[in-house]
């Protein structure tokens, strides 16, 4: 079993900057992927970054390429993400997910891929 702490939401303005950080404890394996998500109230849960474990390789959606990076750090079983440039669309609970042994690449973009999921942190963009 692992579990997952999302922490660093809040309130900003936009064009602020805002890192989300979480920390995974229990069963964890360096090797598995993480990744973060949003759902925005009424809408499906949606993709954000993902980083792969065995070679750190990193996916984004579209919508926060060149705004969002996703970052690990293996040490602390914690994994960051650093969101720049946001927007009033950006507004959500964003939680952060682990998948369990080797996922397809496919499969970091569904939420199929991911085993555990966090509680979540809100991120609200607002002038």
């Known amino acids: 079993q692992v579990r997952l702490e999302e922490s660093g939401g809040g309130l900003v303005q936009p064009g602020d900057s805002l890192r989300l950080s979480c920390t995974a404890s229990?069963?964890?394996?360096?090797?598995?992927?993480m990744g973060w998500w949003r759902q925005a109230p009424g809408k499906e849960r949606e993709f954000v970054a993902a980083?792969?474990?065995?070679?750190?390789?990193?996916f984004y959606a579209d919508s926060v390429k060149g705004r969002f990076t996703i970052s690990r750090d293996n040490a602390r079983n914690r994994v960051s993400l650093q969101m720049n440039m946001l927007n009033l669309e950006d507004t959500a609970v964003y939680l952060c997910?682990?998948?369990?042994?080797?996922?397809?690449?496919?499969?970091?973009?569904?939420?199929?891929?991911?085993?555990?999921w966090g509680q979540g942190t809100q991120v609200t963009v607002s002038s």
């Open positions: 229990g069963r964890t394996d360096s090797r598995d992927a």
């Open positions: 980083v792969r474990g065995s070679d750190g390789r990193t």
């Open positions: 997910a682990a998948a369990e042994g080797w996922i397809s690449v496919a499969a970091f973009y569904a939420t199929r891929g991911y085993k555990y």
